[in-house]
């Protein structure tokens, strides 16, 4: 055989190959989420026209409004203001809950000390503290705000805090035999080595946040996604209302889908480690 008929096939060799793992991909992964999406949304819309008043929103009615919602200054407004009090509130959380979590990790004193207020703050029901918060800061986005930093920060300051316990003992070691100072060894060596369990944290933190900033609109009528997915429920527009909810989910989902992209990307040994224990 000539050399190039050798270097045509080495060449045209891994194809199959590539489109059997696509294949495979879409068989095992994709193809089983839209058989489950679709018996979804034929038992939803056999439900809604079987047993529901006329102005219950259904698959059918939802995707017809879609192309008008998408476009209303109103829907788009209001979704800007939501996600721009969810990423304030979660920037904040992020840098207090990491700070907070890398030093109750490390410091076994500060732990004793705080671990249960944390967990039992975490464990508190936002919609609980709504109404304190509403006195404190008003009838505002300040309430908003507020509520967004406490749904979030306890998921990142427990996670980091894990982290931080994890860290293995090498690598301190190292540190303390070339003397490094507490801040670098907290940043430079516990930070780097705790991310997985950040972006576990924030993973958790974002969908948390989420909600908090819808339910702080239902409560204080704020203008936002929120106010707007009930007051078209009031209305008897549900159609219109589920669109928001849907975005909402579409959201969470894209987070999930970003957070797990960063793993795979800046982070594989984390993947590697979890599937060699």
């Known amino acids: 055989m000539s050399e190039t008929a050798l270097t045509a096939v080495a060449t045209s060799a891994p194809a199959p190959a590539t489109a059997e793992r696509k294949r495979s991909r879409f068989s095992d992964l994709v193809l089983p989420r839209l058989v489950v999406g679709a018996i979804i949304l034929l038992l939803w819309e056999g439900v809604v026209r079987l047993w529901a008043p006329a102005y219950v929103a259904k698959p059918s009615t939802v995707a017809l409004v879609i192309p008008k919602v998408i476009v209303d200054p109103a829907f788009l407004t209001a979704t800007g203001i939501t996600l721009s009090a969810v990423a304030q509130g979660l920037a904040v959380a992020l840098v207090l809950g990491t700070i907070i979590g890398l030093l109750m990790g490390r410091s076994p004193a500060l732990e004793r000390a705080i671990r249960h207020y944390v967990n039992g703050f975490y464990a508190i029901p936002m919609i609980v503290v709504l109404p304190l918060f509403s006195l404190w800061f008003g009838y505002s986005g300040a309430t908003r705000i507020a509520i967004i930093i406490f749904a979030a920060i306890f998921s990142i300051i427990i996670n980091v805090a894990d982290g931080a316990r994890a860290v293995p003992r090498e690598y301190l070691e190292v540190s303390r035999s070339f003397r490094s100072n507490r801040v670098n060894v907290l940043f430079g060596i516990v930070l780097p080595s705790s991310m997985p369990y950040l972006l576990a944290g924030i993973r958790l933190a974002a969908g948390r946040a989420l909600i908090g900033a819808v339910v702080a609109e239902f409560f204080i009528s704020a203008g936002g996604l929120g106010y707007y997915i009930l007051y078209n429920s009031r209305t008897y527009h549900h159609n219109e209302a589920f669109v928001g909810v849907l975005l909402l989910g579409a959201f969470g989902v ?20 979890e599937k060699a224990g």
Not at 257 to 262: I, M, P, Q
């Open 254 to 273: 894209g987070f999930e889908v970003l957070v797990g992209w960063v793993t795979r990307r800046f982070l594989p040994w984390y993947r590697r480690d």
